[in-house]
């Protein structure tokens, strides 16, 4: 597979009037095509910041990209103006966001929203764009097309909402989707209808996704790889195998233990105790480490490097480092 999207040494902060916030802190991170890439963490560790920055949605001021690339067809996205990001962003890469119930206009139709963009991106007419619009809501399983494509948001559950905001993503036939928390206000049975849609869509169209979520459930059944994020930055990355049978980082661990399992009767849920660290000066070492039960001294001292566990199985933590044995002068 060829890579599609590569992200290098991504830094994205924020000010505010308490100071510099380091939402974003070197993220390297690479999609491959016909991939879905997850990225999995707890609310406030920069998942959606870094893929709003991808897409350059990000408000400037008061954020801003303060370093690091965005590559995508040989061209670095957060070089590009905003007229020059228009043209990709709906047509090349497409963005399904966290909330079905507010992403959606409601003065304004279905078909309205989903032909906007083929109308902006293809120059196509009313008529063939309302056409494919009837095609793309067929496809997302929404019944009775021709006639639900000129009703209003109101006049849909949550999750045909769901649907919509998926059709009006895919509609220009993307080469990456990124899906925000897609199945987040959703109930388990349409969450189950959803990610079997991202199945089919990627079956038939061959778009690369990346599925940022907090769910190790939904994960489980459709990442082919994983990126673990934890305060601005990514702390261990793996197949899907790799993250869930043989986790490395403390804190991937932390995160499948706290999650309850139906095989297990006598199961005991192990919480993460403690706060992510402040991002307005963010630690020296290991951002996990106040919270870490195997924290050494060099932990909390100096930030570890990338270590190679097997061919796509990276993490960055001590306790997978020969160095840390020269350096570790004793347990903290």
Sequence with gaps: MGKILEVQNLHVSFKTFGGNVQAVRGVSVDLYKGETLAIVGESGCGKSVTFQSVMRLIPEPPGSIDSGSIFYKNKD???????????????DISMIFQDPMTALNPTLTVGDQITEGLIEHNSMSKRAACKLAVNMLELVGIPDPDTRLNQYPHQFSGGMRQRIVIAMALVCQPEILIADEPT????????????????????????SIILITHDLGVVAQAADRIAVMYAGKIVETGGRRDIFYSPQHPYTKGLLHSVPRLDLDDQELVPIHGTPPDLFSPPLGCPFAARCNEAMEVCTKIYPYRTQLSDGHHVECWLQDERAKQLQSGRV
């Design 184 to 207: 987040t206000a959703l109930d388990v049975t349409i969450q189950a209808q959803i990610l079997e849609l991202f199945k089919e869509v990627q079956e038939k169209t061959g778009v």
């Design 77 to 91: 996205l957060s070089k590009l103006s905003d007229k020059q990001m228009r043209k990709i962003r709906g047509k």
